[in-house]
């Protein structure tokens, strides 16, 4: 079932009314009816494995809590990360294919998380199977995520919530904006990536670049957009999931962009691979090891940065299982350890030159994480590593553009691509102020009604009108379901 | 301390008063909004969605005598003539290809205002061979029916999967991509019809003039069955007239392709006679009335505007003949037939385009 489907819209409705019809003490019985029906409508072999990863993660919990034994830690993980390895590298293995569940890795990931944490002492394992079951199948995280903690989503999930009118008000604005991200602009730029992919031979090089910049919001819209129109609908429930964008493309550094990019799964890599790593035996001796040919600053950093490297191999693999994932992941991994291990020269020409850490510096920093995100992006939509070099050559070949009319009809007629642009300058508005300000949602649930209420009924008029659905339109899955 | 929670429970139970008060007043302002922007969303074409609109503007039991069916009754029978030359008042409910499915529901609607003193149904769907259909022309022309059961009654009909009616019901998953056509005149409440005005009783002028030969027919009573859903569906037409008391008659009209109609229209007009429905098929070559193949049609099948005045005049003098139709000349509650008779009789020598959008649709 599409979140974006009418039926979906029906569970939600179906849900809220059950949920505040409930007394409060057994409303979580509302959502797990939900989630149940939601994960069998998605494929009964996914709720099968649902199920039994999360019968797995609560008697693993229980045991682990009882006997803190990194064996059975161990078993565990295997059992739940083997089991989405498994489907994940059947199909390239075999070439046959699998029903892959939906949410398959972001509930792997949530109830590793769990069992790590139980293990931990960070958290105390649920007696109730069928809060973990919960936990792991809420059906507003299943299809795309955020990838949250027990600590983050267990309690709030079953504790009831109370209807307030601020939750609703807030949760159906955000839902909304989703709404207005997904269809009006990422379904929308979703031709140009296309046009990249067929014609590449004969494209010009602001062509490519531009299709990769597009393809780089598409996928923010995209993701985002998804992200909001589901914590929208938690909220309404009283349940907060946890952000995972923060206007990346604002980031002053390709660390500070994974910081607002995608935010759950790196905290989830950070806390249970990367630290975990940083911190081993392992890593301490390594350092000691290189100290004397390298110096204690870099010997430090060292650790540190194959970490990082190993990290993102792993969130690239995560991402795509092909040879374009060991490029994009590599290669973010090589930049974040570059980065981390040039750090102190980096410093000392900082002070050397005298060079500013706002002003004039902001956006030349702005510009040079740009570029170096753009370059990870190539092979991002590309089919095979070798398309995405060929790509990122012509890109550099020729700016020729005597055939931007054709081009840019050729893809989409001239009022796409004005809508397009004026719903790309809202989007950035948008953001601007929420850069500024953390809570725009907020913000205009509490505002008068005469200025909330127009916006609200032009943003649903919008989406209703120049969204991308229904016929004339191919709407698009959202790219990260297939995860 | 239990009189701070009686306190907290009171303001706590107007805060939601407040909020479900607010959210009822925002979802009816959105419902207003979006019902409006479908409006202006829907294409307001020749092919039959503002005669049902403007329909509904008609004074409550005025129209009496109705027609319903394609667009080569629409394109036909000319209200106008009907009016000047005979004071019927007369409202073509037609839309293109409309196949006797759409025009049951089209017809169930349209008899909760209106009570004819006869019907006439259009023969042509008899020939029509397909069970379902989604082409634009037909399915857009029901989005013009206001009540709900009949629209989505006429939307399931078009469609095979019961599972796209949400679609067609919700109207925009299927017609926002026309926003790229809205024009200043799609605003406009209620429609211009295509320029011919608020007065405007269904009839669309076909302009053009192409030559054509009177069809060769041997007319036999040899029958042809028709296809099993509008033989369904006629049937329950015949039902509702019935029902409701009101007589209906069958209108063939003429047609340069005739030929290819005649044993369907054999086959229909032998289940007429089971409901004791009777009906006249102006393709009989015994039926001599001045209609020039040569020169009254505006392509293989449409009646052209002086075709439709010559038709129109022999419909008017069998229509009088057969039912107990008064003079409505000069009754101020008619006065709306008679502006649009003015308007187009005077738009008449001159007349070289309906001014209407005329882009195909699929």
């Known amino acids: ?483 | 301390m239990a009189e701070a929670t009686i306190q907290q429970n009171t303001g706590r139970k107007r805060v939601l008063a407040a909020f479900w008060a607010r959210l009822v007043c925002f979802a009816l302002l959105t419902l207003a909004a979006l019902w409006y922007t479908a409006y202006v969303l829907i294409p307001k074409h020749d092919y039959g969605v503002c005669s049902m609109m403007h329909y509904y503007r008609q004074p409550r039991d005025t129209v009496d005598v109705l027609a319903v069916g394609t667009s080569i009754a629409y394109a036909g029978i000319n209200t106008n003539v009907l009016w000047e030359e005979y004071g019927i008042a007369a409202y073509d409910l037609c839309s293109a290809e409309q196949p006797f499915w759409v025009t049951y529901y089209t017809l169930q609607e349209a008899l909760k205002t209106q009570t004819p003193r006869v019907i006439l149904l259009d023969a042509k769907p008899a020939m029509y061979t397909k069970d379902y259909s989604k082409r634009g022309r037909i399915i857009m022309s029901t989005f013009g029916i206001r009540s709900l059961d009949n629209r989505l009654g006429a939307i399931r009909a078009c469609l095979e999967d019961p599972a796209d009616a949400m679609d067609y019901l919700l109207a925009f998953p299927v017609l926002h991509s026309e926003y790229k056509k809205v024009g200043l005149g799609n605003f406009a409440y209620p429609p211009e019809n295509g320029g011919r005005g608020g007065d405007w009783k269904g009839f669309i002028e076909e302009d053009a003039v192409e030559q054509h030969s009177k069809p060769s027919v041997v007319w036999n009573n040899v029958r042809r069955s028709i296809n099993a859903r509008e033989e369904e569906y006629v049937r329950l037409i015949f039902s509702l007239a019935q029902e409701k008391g009101i007589p209906l008659m069958l209108v063939a009209m003429p047609n340069p392709d005739y030929a290819n109609d005649h044993m369907y229209f054999n086959y229909l007009w032998s289940i007429a006679g089971e409901y004791g429905v009777t009906g006249i098929n102006y393709n009989d070559p015994s039926l001599r009335y001045g209609l020039r193949y040569s020169s009254d049609f505006a392509d293989w099948q449409h009646l052209n505007v002086k075709g439709s005045i010559t038709f129109s005049r022999k419909l008017g003098e069998d229509l009088k003949a057969l039912y107990d139709l008064p003079d409505r000349r000069g009754d101020p509650a008619y006065e709306s037939w008679a502006a649009a008779a003015d308007a187009w009789f005077e738009k008449l020598p001159t007349f070289e385009s309906s001014g209407m959008i005329t882009e195909e649709i699929p």
């Open chain 1, 1 to 483: 079932m599409s979140i974006l489907s009418i039926e979906f819209l029906a569970l939600v409705g179906a849900v809220l009314i059950l949920y505040y019809a409930l007394p409060l003490k057994i409303r979580w019985i509302a959502l797990l009816a939900a989630s149940g029906v939601f994960a069998a409508l998605s494929g009964w072999q996914g709720a099968a494995h649902l199920t039994a990863a999360a019968l797995v993660a609560w008697g693993g919990g229980l045991a682990l809590q009882k006997h803190r034994s990194r064996i059975l830690l161990a078993v565990c993980l295997t059992a739940e990360i083997g089991a989405m390895a498994f489907i994940k590298l059947y199909p390239l293995l075999t070439g046959a294919m699998l029903a892959i569940p939906l949410g398959l890795s972001y509930f792997t990931f949530q109830l590793a998380g769990y069992l790590i944490d139980v293990y931990r002492g960070k958290a105390r394992a649920a007696s109730n199977p069928l809060r973990v079951l919960l936990f792991a199948g809420y059906f507003l995280q299943l299809p795309q995520g955020p990838i949250s903690t027990w600590k983050e989503l267990g309690d709030q999930l079953t504790e009831g919530h109370r209807l307030e009118p601020v939750n609703i008000v807030s949760g159906f604005q955000r839902m909304l904006w989703g709404f207005f991200k997904k269809l009006v602009i990422a379904d929308r730029l979703a031709p140009v990536t296309e046009a990249l992919l067929k014609e590449e031979a004969a494209l010009p090089g602001w062509f490519v670049l531009g299709g990769v910049v597009l393809y780089a919001i598409r996928l923010y819209a995209d993701f985002s957009g998804g992200l909001d129109l589901v914590r929208g609908v938690s909220r309404m429930l009283g349940i907060g999931l946890p952000e995972n964008f923060r206007r990346p493309f604002f980031a002053q550094s390709v660390a500070e962009y994974w910081r607002r990019w995608h935010i759950t799964l790196g905290a989830w890599f950070r806390s249970y691979v990367l630290y975990p790593l940083v911190t081993s035996k392992a890593a301490v001796r390594l350092s000691r090891l290189v100290s004397r040919p390298l110096g204690k600053k870099t010997a430090r950093a060292l650790p540190s940065a194959l970490a990082t490297l190993l990290v993102f191999l792993l969130i690239g693999v995560w991402h795509m299982m092909s040879w374009n994932a060991v490029v994009f992941g590599g290669y973010f991994g090589l930049v974040m350890a570059a980065s981390l291990l040039m750090e102190p020269l980096w410093k000392t020409l900082q002070r050397t030159l005298c060079l500013p850490k706002g002003g004039w510096m902001r956006p030349l920093r702005l510009i040079r994480t740009w570029i170096l995100v753009l370059i990870a992006q190539y092979f991002a939509f590309t089919n095979s590593p070798s398309q995405g070099f060929s790509l990122l050559r012509q890109t550099f070949a020729s700016w020729d553009f005597h055939r931007f009319t054709e081009l840019c009809t050729g893809v989409m007629p001239g009022l796409e691509w004005l809508i397009a642009g004026i719903a790309l300058v809202i989007l950035l508005v948008v953001d601007l102020i929420c850069e500024k300000k953390t809570d725009l949602c907020d913000g205009l649930a509490r505002a008068r009604i005469w200025l909330r209420w127009p916006l609200l009924i032009a943003l649903i008029i919008i989406i209703a009108v120049f969204g991308c659905y229904g016929e004339g339109f191919d709407s698009a899955a959202f790219v990260y379901t297939q995860f």
